[in-house]
T-cell receptor
């Protein structure tokens, strides 16, 4: 079955530290890729997406992600985190399998940034 | 304002009762989704619908049912057959099945 793996369930960083959250998916065909964020008490919001083209995509709030097809990965990065980045981050994939296309999420990574 | 509205925000249900969660969107989106969010498990897909009058089971459809009689509405019924219904339920929609989804605020269901 198609699945999405996020390697870290909890990450704790100090402000100004660099962030990299891992995401791998298990599907060999064409995919659309997403990172969503859920701030405390708020609804899920799209951070960035990749459909095609440049594998390095930039999103909102200084986040970026790189699609590496050979590694089935779509890792999220930010050079310098802020306290306001404290949230839960979800990687998601739409695998194009020739039938109905569904949006599949990983288990999420909870990020805590300390001042 | 355009968006996705889920109601109610909090819902309590007695064991053995069916309950329906509402999801309405005015974004003119074709695709709609229902997810269940549990701590440490991310979002798991319950049902999804690409067009009106059509829907597909997701990964955890047992104990749930849906309908898609109108483009803007995709209600979810949690039946008494669902063994562990207490959870946070999220509805989403997208322009079409391959694009990014927009989420509602969620409904927290508690079975008492």
């Amino acid at each position: 079955a198609q699945s999405v793996s996020q390697h870290n369930h909890h990450v704790i960083l100090s402000e100004a530290a660099s962030l990299e959250l891992g995401c791998n998916y298990s599907y060999g065909g064409t995919v659309n890729l997403f990172w969503y964020v859920q701030y405390p008490g708020q609804h899920l919001q799209l951070l960035l997406k990749y459909f095609s083209g440049d594998p390095l995509v930039k999103g909102i709030k200084g986040f970026e992600a790189e699609f590496i097809k050979s590694k089935f990965s779509f890792n999220l990065r930010k050079p310098s985190v802020q306290w306001s980045d404290t949230a839960e981050y979800f990687c998601a994939v739409i695998p194009f399998s020739g039938g109905y296309n569904k949006l599949i999420f990983g288990a999420g990574t909870r990020l805590a940034v300390h001042p | 304002d355009g968006g996705i509205t889920q109601s109610p925000k909090y819902l309590f249900r007695k064991e053995g009762q069916n309950v329906t969660l509402s999801c309405e969107q005015n974004l003119n989106h074709d695709a709609m989704y229902w997810y269940r969010q549990d701590p440490g498990q991310g979002l798991r897909l319950i049902y999804y619908s690409q067009i009106v009058n059509d829907f597909q089971k997701g990964d955890i459809a047992e104990g749930y049912s849906v309908s898609r009689e109108k483009k803007e509405s995709f209600p979810l019924t949690v039946t008494s057959a669902q063994k562990n219904p207490t959870a946070f339920y999220l509805c989403a929609s997208s322009i079409q099945e391959s694009t990014e989804a927009f989420f509602g605020q969620g409904t927290r269901l508690t079975v008492v």
